[in-house]
């Protein structure tokens, strides 16, 4: 999704706000070469942001103005960024339309992606592009996010003396830092956040849609401090340390979590069936990325209870693979699962050259 905001091509490092984090990273790229110049993860007051929207602009710009200035790693040198909206204030799906020309498109576009749309389209920012044919017709991907959300949001990193150079969803940063992992693949890939997890599926190498879900990693620690009676924090401690598995001290933890698993399950499910309803193209792997994607045992445990909706393998997001021109990163693969959203970006800001 483009919103460019400026005629020049310059540096730009790579925004991710979650329900209760955001992430920084920067990148440059030196002879062919991109190599990571700066990260930062800072977590957030709870009720700083609500249904994915900033509520304290005034507390968020000090904590970014803040994480610009001091980054756990490296330094960041630009205050040119790159940011993502939200799978939940986004559209993405992909439309088709009949055969015709590059002009014609431009007109018919937003009045056929109107129906599909649950906006006004005067309402929305729409961006779209061409993904492939299909017999007579044109099979389109269509992005849109609602202006007002947009605009307030532009307003706040203004306000922290940032220049946006564009804004674009997250399943498209995703699948940038994922682009070498999922090949031409029909891929589901599953990010798992605090509080929501987002459902990217992906035919050939491309977008089709996404979806999003109020159930994240919080809901797991949730689920297991109330069936062993212990805080939340204890729980969120034991959950970091052991995942999914019973051991001697806590024997009931797979027990404790497995009606929040089996939630989760039957709803990427039900994305797999709306999408075989659709499409002719079969999912057969299961990418997981997001911070609480880091639990033990959670691909292992998932896997089963996929297979009958044709899913083959359940596999943790390695943006580092098959990139040898990213040169010893600073986090491994484990702890760049929270970071792939800031990875895609950071990756299209690295493009930008002074």
Do not use: C
């Not at 969120?236 to 340390?241: A, P, W």
């Amino acid at each position: 999704m483009k919103f460019n905001f400026l005629s020049k091509t310059l540096p730009a490092f790579g925004l991710n706000i979650s329900g209760s984090t955001f992430k920084i990273m920067q990148m440059e790229k030196t002879k062919g070469a991109l190599k990571v110049k700066s990260y930062h993860e800072a977590v957030l007051p709870k009720g700083l942001v609500i249904n994915d929207g900033i509520a304290d602009s005034k507390t968020f710009t000090h904590l970014l103005k803040s994480a610009l200035m001091q980054p756990q790693y490296g330094k960041v040198d630009s205050n040119y960024v790159i940011a993502s909206l939200p799978e939940s204030k986004s559209f993405v799906r992909v439309i088709q339309i009949p055969q015709m020309s590059q002009a014609e498109a431009e007109n018919a576009v937003p009045f056929e992606a109107e129906s599909f749309i649950p906006l006004p389209v005067d309402q929305v920012y729409l961006d779209w592009q061409q993904i492939g044919t299909a017999g007579d017709k044109m099979n389109i991907l269509i992005i849109a996010s609602p202006k007002d959300f947009v605009e307030k949001y532009l307003d706040i990193l203004d306000k922290a003396g940032l220049k946006t150079v564009a804004l674009e969803v997250e399943s498209q940063s995703a699948l940038r830092a994922l682009a070498s992992m999922v090949g031409s693949d029909n891929v589901v890939l599953i990010k798992i956040g605090s509080l929501r997890t987002g459902m990217i599926v992906i035919e050939e190498g491309n977008l089709q849609f996404t979806s999003s879900i109020p159930i994240g990693g919080s809901a797991f620690t949730e689920s297991l401090a109330k069936a062993l009676g212990i805080s939340s924090a204890k729980a969120e401690e034991i959950k970091k340390k052991v995942g999914i598995a019973n051991t001697a001290e806590y024997p009931n933890i797979t027990t404790a979590l497995v009606p929040v698993l089996n939630n989760l399950s039957d709803e990427i499910k039900n994305i797999l069936k709306f999408h075989s309803e659709h499409s002719d193209k079969l999912i057969t792997r299961a990418i997981l990325l997001g911070g609480s994607a880091r639990m033990q045992n959670l691909a292992e445990t998932l896997a089963p209870n996929l297979e009958d909706a044709g899913v083959k393998s359940v596999e943790l997001a390695n943006p580092w693979q098959n990139r040898p021109d990213i040169k010893t990163p600073p986090l491994d693969a484990l702890n760049s699962l929270g970071f792939i959203t800031a990875i895609g970006l950071a990756m299209r800001g690295a493009e930008y050259e002074v």
